[in-house]
């Protein structure tokens, strides 16, 4: 199983980008674990300023405004 981090303070561009990792996944037939990242200090530790972003493998993929769906895909590619 993989895990995705979507770090940021739960803002609705922060949970539409949790959404659509996790729709992503489901139809690409994946077993993706989404973790939510609130805590400012751990997004900061990432070097993250602006949220949304996406951790995968400790390594910022994105950060700032909602991915696209074509991004998301591309990060999913086993």
Partial sequence: MTTIKVLGTGCPSCKAT???IEDVARAKGLDVAVEK???????VGYGVMRTPAVVIADEVVHAGGIPTRAAVEGWMIA
């Fill in 18 to 20: 949790a959404a659509l």
């Fill in 37 to 43: 990242v609130e805590d400012m200090q751990a997004i």
